[in-house]
């Protein structure tokens, strides 16, 4: 539904704004993400949001002027071409101190939206990186352009939009880039000495930091600790030789860098089975002289 200003009132909202209101299909609201409002506002000094709770997520786009947002126990000011995501579970603020105020503003839901929000809040913050912020407004505004000339999209097609919209808002950033170089450097340090116990002076040094920093940084970029991580891959590879290979379970808890006792215990809590008959219900049965179809 479309949202007329002039005679819809909402304070210190102008008239040629513009805003639309969607409802989606219960097969939106159970499979996809999708757009509950999107708008166009110019403002007066007088607009101001404050909200305890509200379920969507909001994008917010400054295009000219300035708004002031309190949000997550943080005061920001935000300018022309900077962009902002707030989940409105969580208490907010915005308002505009001076006539002038511009902006595209664009709610979503579904799916698990609120998940991946909280997770791109935490990692980079409310505030979107600029480069982002531009190509995010940019996207916004094709997307109200393609709602104004009256055109419709599947449900599916609305969920890529939506998704498009959080690549933007998690962003490729410099740091991302460099998190991504040496967590791969690590990562290959790990396959290269798979058969071994692997140290965390080792992991760092592969990584160019101290243990310490390595640690938390790790931690902090992956969600693993690094011990948490080389375990993991040591039992993802013991999985590719409990199917592949008709190895016992004592050979490739030695090529894992285990001792038999620890990797059946490890592997049985990871897996929920022990690794025999982990392998007992996923190996492929091949008859002889014929040819593995996943080989």
Aim: net charge neutral; proline share 4%; charged share 25%.
């Amino acid at each position: 539904m479309r949202l007329d200003f002039r005679v819809v009132q909402e304070r210190g909202v102008l008239g040629k704004s513009c805003g639309y209101l969607f409802t989606p299909l219960p097969t939106a609201k159970d499979l996809y993400f999708y757009i509950t409002q999107i708008g166009h506002y110019y403002c007066t000094h007088a607009y101001a949001i404050r909200r305890d709770y509200f379920s969507p997520i909001l994008v917010i786009c400054v295009k000219k002027g300035c708004l002031h947002v309190d949000y997550r126990g943080t005061s920001t000011r935000l300018k022309a071409g900077d962009a902002i995501l707030i989940d409105c579970r969580e208490p907010h603020y915005y308002y505009a101190d001076m006539d002038g105020l511009e902006f595209y503003y664009l709610h979503f839901e579904g799916s698990n939206a609120h998940e991946i929000c909280r997770h791109i809040l935490d990692l980079h913050g409310p505030v979107v990186e600029k480069q982002n912020a531009v190509s995010l407004m940019a996207l916004i505004e094709k997307t109200l352009q393609f709602y104004e000339e009256g055109r419709t999209e599947t449900e599916f097609e609305e969920s890529l939009r939506v998704y498009e919209i959080l690549h933007y808002l998690h962003g490729s950033s410099a740091q991302d880039a460099g998190n991504a170089f040496y967590i791969d450097q690590v990562t290959a340090y790990i396959n290269e000495h798979i058969g071994r116990r692997i140290k965390l002076e080792e992991l760092a040094a592969a990584a160019s930091l101290s243990p310490y920093h390595f640690s938390r940084r790790f931690k902090r970029d992956t969600g693993y600790s690094p011990v948490e991580y080389v375990n993991r891959k040591k039992i993802d590879y013991a999985k590719t030789l409990l199917i592949r290979t008709d190895w016992s379970v004592t050979e490739i808890a030695e090529r894992t860098g285990f001792s038999l006792k620890g990797f059946i215990k490890l592997f049985s809590q990871e897996e929920g089975t022990p690794p025999l008959a982990w392998r007992r219900k996923r190996q492929q049965h091949v008859e002889p002289g014929q040819q593995s179809p996943s080989s």
